[in-house]
T-cell receptor
Framework: DQQVKQNSPSLSVQEGRISILNCDYT??????FLWYKKYPAEGPTFLIS?????DKNEDGRFTVFLNKSAKHLSLHIVPSQPGDSAVYFC????????????FGKGTKLSVKP | DTGVSQDPRHKITKRGQNVTFRCDPI?????LYWYRQTLGQGPEFLTY????????KSRLLSDRFSAERPKGSFSTLEIQRTEQGDSAMYLC???????????FGSGTRLTVV
């Protein structure tokens, strides 16, 4: 039973355009959400997070939106750059997970020059 | 502090052999996590420590797996009688506490032949 779902395994975007990565979750008790980026042969690196008391958090080119009623969050990257090409993981904690992060399967983003 | 270190980066072993991996977390982080990642999947939680206490173990952690964090600093993950299904990337992460983003190491890639 997957509690965090990333339904798009891959996404291709032109350089300079917006990338939108989506994530759905099933556990309404999750209260903290994060996005990680992973390059091949490296561990995931933290990108941005959002608490359930907010609906938006911004950090430079990266913005995360949280829609609690829909149990949905999204990561927007504007403008997209070729160096953003990586696998992006959505993760959530809370709801009995004791602070342990539950990850989605990831979305592979390719940004074409 | 250079972040979370994992050793070795790669390990090839024959089926039935025992292997041990080491993780050195960020020194001021009291939480240490082990995750496993296979191709096409997100990181899956295995176990975590708060200081030297192992507080939770996933059902993925069969009795062939054991983890220790003897002095609340570095941790080891041992797999006994390895099986081909154990082939994966083993990721270690640390955090200052719950609801903080993890810092991951680069992982240990295990191949069981």
């Amino acid at each position: 039973d997957q509690q965090v779902k990333q339904n798009s395994p891959s996404l291709s975007v032109q350089e300079g355009r917006i990338s939108i990565l989506n994530c759905d979750y099933t556990n309404s008790m999750f209260d903290y959400f994060l996005w990680y980026k992973k390059y091949p042969a490296e561990g995931p690196t933290f990108l941005i997070s959002i608490s359930s008391i907010k609906d938006k958090n911004e950090d430079g080119r990266f913005t995360v939106f949280l829609n609690k009623s829909a149990k949905h969050l999204s990561l927007h990257i504007v403008p997209s750059q070729p160096g953003d090409s990586a696998v992006y993981f959505c993760a959530a904690s809370g709801g009995g997970s004791q602070g342990n992060l539950i990850f989605g399967k990831g979305t592979k983003l390719s940004v074409k020059p | 502090d250079t972040g979370v270190s994992q050793d070795p980066r790669h390990k090839i072993t024959k089926r039935g052999q025992n292997v041990t991996f080491r993780c050195d977390p960020i020194s001021e982080h009291n939480r240490l996590y082990w995750y496993r990642q296979t191709l096409g999947q997100g990181p899956e939680f295995l176990t975590y420590f708060q200081n030297e206490a192992q507080l939770e173990k996933s059902r993925l952690l069969s009795d062939r797996f054991s983890a220790e964090r003897p002095k609340g600093s570095f941790s080891t993950l041992e797999i006994q009688r390895t099986e081909q299904g154990d082939s994966a990337m083993y990721l270690c992460a640390s955090s200052p506490g719950p609801n903080y983003g993890y810092t991951f190491g680069s992982g240990t890639r295990l191949t069981v032949v």
